[in-house]
């Protein structure tokens, strides 16, 4: 498997890039605690600002820092812009200042299309599964911030950029969650679990099945009428059945054969890989659901637990996981604090997903905080040992 760049620049490089992004997840934990406790009532710009300061902030800035060390390839210059253009990006939500979410969101779009020229540069000298895995992600990444850069371009001018009919919102939302990060993910779990170095077939058709169902289903909600979109949902149905079971054939069984009860980057990627499943289970629910009822009887928990089973279960527990046994010099198991946090973390997960699906307030009240303090425990041990180690991991 991979080992992190021997150059020491590289190294600090990675380490900024994930300290950056844990310092995003902070504006995301505190607002999503506070919501969950009903404590302040949020407005929409104070949500949004969540969702980015998450999505972008912590989950795309640790998978464009992690793809840096799956491919032994860190450019300072993509590190340094996006370091400084999300959190300005962020910044512009909470502001709810429309003309300049659309002028960082362009800036930003501009670098995002860099790390999508460089990414593929990667993947054509690296021929293995895992790397071409990750860059099929970031490519749904690449298209998805452009409909969504567009989206803040037309609220700001007022202008109609896109077709008639056409659900932007949906098809953005559609590509920046499961052919980007679930996709992304099993190229990352693939590459420390089975550390997969070729191409193989089953695997292919697992990676490519994900991505041309988001690529589907993004398209139809951009370009077609609402029938078609919803055949389209039929199809990306079938795509990411097909693509979760080759998962669960190829790589969950040696995923789960960790120990579990050591406090360990193992069990967190273990999980995640788990998380996978249980992601796109719910997915493919909100699809049916899509698809028999139409958009409008979709319930807004639903879609908001399908989105955190991925962004909590499957990319929070995975880049912890991967910063755990990247500082593994120390002793990989993370003591007493990773304990604590991982189960509290994803009980407190489950607890939340739960009272989504059950549209139980009182549930919510109980997982969401659960869930926040158990990630900012791990993410403390996280961040302890990326500032005090030499980043030299285990091969393993």
Known sequence: MSALPRNGGDVDVLRRMYLVAMAMFLITITIGILNGLNVVEFNRDQLLTHVHSGTLGWISLALITTTMWLTRSVDRRIAWALAILIPIYVAAFYSGNLPARATAGTALLVVILWVLSWAWR???????????????????????AVIGVLIQVQLATKASIFPAGADAIGAHAAAMVFSYLILAAMGLIEWRVKGTQDRPRAGLVQIGALFLGGFVLSGALLFAGDS???????????????AIVLFAVRVLPAA????????????????????????????????????????????????????????????????????????????????????????VMNAGLLVFLYGLMTDSTSIIAIGAPAMGVGILVVLAVAAMRLRTSSLSPTEA
């Open 256 to 343: 789960v054969r960790t120990s579990w009860g050591a406090a360990t980057g193992r069990r967190h990627i273990a999980t995640s890989a788990v998380f996978v499943v249980v992601a796109m289970a719910i997915f493919m629910y909100v699809i049916y659901l899509f698809i028999t009822k139409g958009a409008a009887e979709i319930s807004p928990r639903v879609l908001e637990a399908s989105d955190h089973a991925a962004f909590i279960g499957v990319i929070t527990n995975l880049v912890l996981g991967m910063i755990l046994l990247a500082t593994g010099d120390q002793g990989e198991d993370a003591g007493l604090g990773g304990q604590v946090g991982f189960w």
């Open 228 to 242: 078609a979109a919803q055949a389209a949902g039929g199809i990306d149905l079938l795509l990411n059945l097909v």
């Open 122 to 144: 990667r993947a054509m000298a690296d021929r293995s599964l895992p790397v071409l895995a990750v860059v099929l992600g970031l490519t749904t990444f690449g298209y998805g």
